[in-house]
Structures are given as C-alpha cells and as structure tokens.
C-alpha cells in the first residue's frame, strides 16, 4: 500500500497556472494507476484526470481538456497536474488517488484504494 503526499496548491489568478505535485511513498509504485479528483465546497468529490501505470494512457473531464495535463515520473514516484488557464470554477481541494492492478485508467472515485490529504487551490478573479 502506496501513502500519497499532494503538494503545490495555493492562490492564483484567474488565466493563471499552477503544478500539483503527488509523491507516492513505496517501491511499488508502477503498479498503480494515478488520478487526481477535486472538491468544492458543498458538492461531491468529482474525477479530473487519470493515467494509467506507464503513462501512455490518459483521461481528462470534459471541463479541464486542453488546460490541464497529468504525467508521472516513476523514478521519482511523482505524479503531477499542471494547470492551466485557471478558472474561479476550477477552486477546489485536489486530491490525488492511487488504484492498485489496473492497466488503464479510471475516473471512479470508488475504485481507488489509497488518497491523499489534499491540497487547496484557489483561482481568484
């Protein structure tokens, strides 16, 4: 079982950028599909993106196509989110998930064993 640290959140600007960073503690970490999920006050928790153990496979909510991209490094047990193009409906606490065994990818949430603390990221206007 993998622990995941999320880090890189914080305040910007509207049409700004910002890095989310998740470090997966463990050897096994190519074993797990990543994915990174977000949650706004007084709504669910809902799927961003996803890439599957290798990184050749990814998956992107329709609302962050194109201004968001996920990308691992598996010698470093990182998993990043770049974002950019921020909008003030993009403000969330961004947690970052690990699911164990797949080949591909998800964006359900139940399937994921193991998440991280989370961290805010707030796009003012």
């Known amino acids: 079982q993998v622990q995941l640290v999320e880090s890189g959140g914080g305040l910007v600007q509207v049409g700004g950028s910002v890095r989310l960073s998740c470090v997966a503690s463990?050897?096994?970490?190519?074993?797990?599909?990543m994915g990174w999920f977000r949650q706004a006050p007084g709504l669910e928790r809902e799927f961003v993106a996803a890439?599957?153990?290798?990184?050749?496979?990814?998956d992107y909510t329709d609302s962050v196509e194109g201004r968001f991209t996920i990308s691992r490094d598996n010698a470093k047990n990182t998993v990043y989110l770049q974002m950019n193009s921020l909008k003030p409906e993009d403000t969330a606490v961004y947690y970052c998930?690990?699911?164990?065994?797949?080949?591909?990818?998800?964006?359900?949430?139940?399937?994921?064993?193991?998440w991280g603390q989370g961290t805010q990221v707030t796009v003012s206007s």
């Open positions: 998930a690990a699911e164990q065994y797949n080949l591909g990818t998800s964006s359900i949430a139940n399937d994921y064993n193991t």
């Open positions: 463990g050897r096994t970490f190519t074993m797990y599909a």
């Open positions: 890439i599957s153990w290798n990184g050749k496979i990814t």
